[in-house]
């Protein structure tokens, strides 16, 4: 069953997103195809179109996606034509030494299948008969994919899959930096730079571990004042500020027990090192450029027992950890509705990229049906 699909390609670095038909082949061995009810635009994603995050093009985008299963594969058991599934950008092999140790955002595998499915082979081509790479194993910002099931996690059909497509990256990534990755504990004083899509669900992972102060840093005053609704207790401007660590040390009374680098930047991933008290612990979130450098004082690893780790998919568990952020949403411990600022068909995709751009969205979903 071989299917047209509209899809959001990068042709060319630099150059705004196209939108065209392509077709996407049947799902062979261990895959399953699914028809995408929505999609979120992920700074990620316009990271391979600017050439941050080396994707060769044309790569068919997204990998923030939910939508139901119209096929499967020879040898797919766990899986049955009409589930729920939601998309996860790294592949779980199950088998080799970091998901064996319950690490599995760290498989070896996902390595191997950044553009392609896991057998290094594509589902995916343009008109004319020429493959197209797929973002991070998925490519699903298309009406219809084919994946692998080791980057698929089936979930309650009863959860809004608009909702859903959110867990795949932005909520996981930001919540698990906060709750897997720190283990922020409660009472504790957390500082996030950068309130994006990532940041402010750093923020609410904080607020949902217990932290009593959470100071929320950024540029926009839109995005702190978005920050202030997702848990954050106090806001900093840091384009106001001359120091801004000299700042928040003196906000927190000393420094911070958790800090977080939500941007992307070697120089804020050292600001976020600096705001810690003794024994602190700062975990770099961002994705930044391949030749991005960090510099800090040597000597305060050790006098200060201070850590500065980084936090890859929030450290996530995707087939235990999405269904556990469905259940906090339920409880409405987890803000998912407020996340969206606006909802885009897909001839709107250039559109939703150029806001997501500007700053304009906490995050932008396209919707598919």
Do not use: W
């Not at 997103?17 to 635009?41: Q, S, T």
């Not at 179109?49 to 020879?74: M, S």
């Not at 997501?356 to 598919?368: C, E, K, L, S, T």
């Amino acid at each position: 069953m071989e299917q047209k699909a509209k899809a959001v390609i990068c042709r060319e670095i630099n150059q705004p997103v196209v939108v065209e038909e392509i077709l996407v082949e049947a799902p062979r061995g261990g895959e399953v195809m699914i028809k995408l009810a929505a999609c979120g635009v992920c700074h990620s994603d316009l990271s391979a179109t600017n050439g941050t995050i080396p994707f060769p093009p044309p790569v068919v985008l997204g990998h923030e996606g939910a939508g139901k299963i119209v096929a499967v594969g020879e040898g797919v058991t766990d899986y049955k034509v009409g589930d729920h599934v939601v998309s996860s950008f790294v592949s779980m092999c199950g088998k080799c030494r970091y998901c064996q140790t319950g690490r599995p955002q760290l498989c070896d595998q996902a390595g191997k299948a950044a553009t392609t499915l896991p057998d290094g082979t594509l589902r995916t081509r343009d008109l004319a008969g020429n493959p197209l790479n797929i973002f991070s194993g998925c490519g699903v910002m298309a009406e219809y994919a084919t994946l692998h099931i080791d980057n698929v996690v089936k979930v309650d059909q009863q959860m809004p899959l608009d909702k859903a497509a959110l867990i795949g990256c932005g909520v996981m990534t930001g919540v698990g930096a906060a709750v897997n990755t720190a283990k922020v504990d409660p009472g504790s004083i957390a500082v996030v730079f950068g309130c994006g899509g990532v940041g402010l669900n750093t923020i609410q992972g904080s607020a949902i571990a217990g932290a009593r102060m959470i100071v929320a840093v950024d540029t926009n005053d839109g995005k702190l004042e978005m920050a202030r609704k997702f848990g954050a207790t106090h806001v900093v401007n840091s384009k106001n500020e001359e120091n801004v660590v000299k700042t928040i040390l003196k906000l927190t009374e000393g420094g911070a027990d958790y800090a977080f680098e939500c941007v992307g930047l070697g120089e804020i991933a050292a600001q976020a090192y600096g705001v810690l008290r003794k024994g602190g612990t700062a975990v770099v979130v961002g994705v930044a450029g391949p030749k991005d450098m960090t510099s800090i004082r040597t000597a305060s690893l050790t006098f200060g027992e201070k850590t500065l780790t980084g936090s890859y998919f929030g450290s996530a568990r995707p087939r235990e950890d999405f269904p556990r952020l469905i259940g906090l949403y339920r409880a409405h411990r987890l803000k998912l509705d407020e996340l969206i600022s606006h909802t885009y068909t897909i001839d709107q995709a250039p559109q939703a990229f150029a806001d997501m751009q500007a700053g304009r969205n906490a995050r932008g979903v396209i919707i598919f049906e």
